[in-house]
């Protein structure tokens, strides 16, 4: 009996003995997989478009010949017709629109044209010629008594070249002398013009930079010694002629003239071309 015992406790002792004692290993996975998608899209466009343009600012006279001859600035610098000149179509074939001459004698006068001088300008015009053969003047700001006190003049200055020209009377020059057109106060487009088409003619003068554009397009500039427009005389605005006894008389439509004591910026001259082929 006693050896029964004995067994019993090594049976027992076999069971718990560190040899015997069952390793427990207790495994946990954890799979934890946070994913966070937090895509936040902005789009934030703001585009601001200023087309306020101001074409009356600086305005010294305004022709677009609606149904007459007058100034529409608002400062009463009304041309008036001499010889026939007439209302015809314009760039739209609209009737009234456009001043017409004969290339006889026709052309408009503006008396008093001293508020029509600056020394900073721009004289911007759409002109549509039926003829080149002779010299013919588009507008001129002198005495059109005796071609004396030249301030600016757009001319077609040779027969049959088609060539236009821009010219800005010198100060130094005498009042009382006959200036026209010469290489020194003169840019001869390098573009010439046809007949039968409308051209929008730009011509710019500021600190003695002298530009001339024809649809937008620069055809020729200069760098004047004077940064002053001629200003002697009582001039007038003449347009469609010269003087009285050398007329060079113009053939064709002119329109939309304005003549401004400042320069105008590209989106100004963008917009006051008739037919917006600026090329711009
Ligand atoms: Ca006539
Ligand atoms: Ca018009």
């Given at each position: 009996m006693r050896k029964l015992a004995v067994l019993l406790i090594l049976v027992i002792l076999s069971f718990i003995s560190p040899s015997c004692v069952k390793e427990v290993v207790k495994e946990v996975v954890v799979t934890d997989t946070l994913v966070v998608r937090d895509t936040l899209t902005i789009r934030d466009t703001l585009t601001v478009r200023d087309t306020v343009l101001d074409l009356t600012c600086g305005l010294l006279a305004y022709y677009p010949?609606?149904?007459?001859?007058?100034?529409?600035?608002?400062?009463?610098?009304d041309a008036v017709g001499r010889n026939g000149v007439f209302l015809t179509t314009d760039y739209k074939d609209e009737a009234n629109r456009s001043a017409g001459f004969d290339g006889l004698n026709d052309y408009l006068i503006v008396q008093n044209g001293k508020p029509l001088r600056s020394d900073t300008m721009t004289l911007s015009v759409h002109i549509y010629s039926d003829s080149w053969d002779l010299e013919r003047s588009i507008l001129a700001l002198h005495d059109f008594n005796d071609g004396s006190a030249f301030h600016y003049n757009l001319v077609q200055?040779?027969?049959?070249?088609?060539e236009l020209a821009f010219s800005i009377g010198d100060?130094?020059?005498?009042?009382?002398g006959l200036q026209h057109y010469n290489p020194s106060i003169s840019i001869i487009s390098t573009q010439k013009v046809t007949t039968g088409k409308w051209y929008h003619l730009l011509a710019t003068f500021a600190n003695g930079d002298q530009r001339f554009y024809i649809d937008g397009q620069l055809v020729g500039q200069k760098t004047q010694p004077y940064k002053a427009v001629r200003d002697c005389g009582n001039p007038s605005l003449i347009i469609g002629g010269w003087w009285q006894s050398s007329l060079f008389p113009f053939s064709g439509k002119i329109d939309e003239i304005r003549i401004y004591n400042r320069l105008l910026n590209k989106c100004e001259i963008n917009a006051i071309d008739l037919d917006g082929d600026t090329g711009s």
């Open positions: 010949f609606n149904g007459n001859f007058k100034d529409e600035s608002g400062h009463g610098n200055p040779f027969g049959g070249t088609q100060p130094a020059y005498p009042c009382t």
